[in-house]
C-alpha cells in the first residue's frame, strides 16, 4: 500500500500533523508542497492538508488540488486543516473544499493548530491587526492552541476502517463521486 501524505504549512503545524500521521504508515512518502508538487497517480490513498490563514487554505494546495483533481477525484484520500478557532472548522472546510471533495474523502477534519504572535512577521501583524484582530487579543495569547492527538487518533481511524473494510472502490458507497461525474 503506497500512501502519500503532502501538506501546505506557513507556521509548522500542518508539517507537524503531517508527520504524527506519517508515523501510523509503513514507510509513506511525505511532502512539502513548498519544495515539490508530486505527482499522485502512482498511489494507493492519498492523505493532504493545510494551515489556514483568514479561512483559507494556502495557495500550493490549491493549486495542487486544480493540478491534479482528475487523477485525485478517483482515489480514497483524506483531508485535514490546521486551524486554531474551533467553531470556525466547519466552514472553512466547506469554503475552501468542494462538496464532491468532502464526499469522497474518508476523513475530513481540523486536527487543531498552532500559534507563536512572537512568530509573525510584521505584515502578517498588520494583516492580522485588520483583518482578524481576535488573533492579537490578549486572551487568545494565553489559549496557547494545539494540535489535538484525539483528532488525530480520530482521522486516523477513519483511514484504518477503510483500509481494512478492503474497498475495492475508490470512493465511499453513496458518495456523490460514486454517484456521477461533476466538477471538484
Ligand atoms: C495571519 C494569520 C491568520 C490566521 N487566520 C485564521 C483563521 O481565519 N481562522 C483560524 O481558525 N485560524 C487562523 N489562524 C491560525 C492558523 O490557522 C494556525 O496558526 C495554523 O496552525 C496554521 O497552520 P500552519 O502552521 O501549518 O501554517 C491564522 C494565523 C495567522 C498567523
Redesign the pocket.
Same mark, same amino acid.
Request: with cysteine.
Given at each position: 500500500m503506497k500512501i502519500l501524505i503532502v501538506y501546505a504549512?506557513?507556521?509548522? #503545524? #500542518? +508539517?507537524h500533523s503531517a508527520s504524527l500521521l506519517a508515523a501510523h504508515f509503513d514507510n509513506p512518502d511525505v511532502k512539502n508542497l513548498r519544495d515539490e508538487s508530486p505527482d499522485p497517480s502512482g498511489y494507493d490513498f492519498i492523505i493532504f492538508g493545510s494551515? *489556514?490563514?483568514?479561512?483559507n487554505i494556502y495557495r500550493e494546495l490549491s493549486d495542487w488540488l486544480d493540478r491534479f483533481w482528475e487523477v485525485l477525484r478517483r482515489k480514497p484520500k483524506a483531508v485535514f486543516i490546521?486551524?486554531?478557532?474551533e467553531e +470556525?472548522a466547519e466552514e *472553512?472546510i466547506k469554503k475552501n473544499f468542494s462538496l464532491r471533495l468532502r464526499n469522497s474523502s474518508v476523513a475530513v477534519d481540523s486536527l487543531g493548530?498552532?500559534?507563536d504572535p512572537t512568530k509573525?512577521s510584521r505584515a502578517?501583524r498588520m494583516? #492580522?491587526y485588520a483583518m482578524?484582530r481576535e488573533?492579537l487579543s490578549p486572551g487568545f495569547l494565553e489559549m496557547k492552541p494545539c494540535i489535538l492527538t484525539w483528532r488525530v487518533d480520530r482521522f486516523l481511524q477513519d483511514i484504518d476502517d477503510y483500509l481494512e473494510l478492503g474497498s475495492s472502490n475508490s470512493v465511499r458507497p453513496g458518495s456523490v463521486a460514486a454517484i456521477g461525474e461533476g466538477a471538484q
Open positions: 504549512t506557513r507556521g509548522g #503545524a #500542518a +508539517e494551515g *489556514i490563514r483568514f479561512g490546521c486551524n486554531v478557532f +470556525e *472553512i493548530g498552532e500559534y509573525l502578517d494583516l #492580522a482578524k488573533l
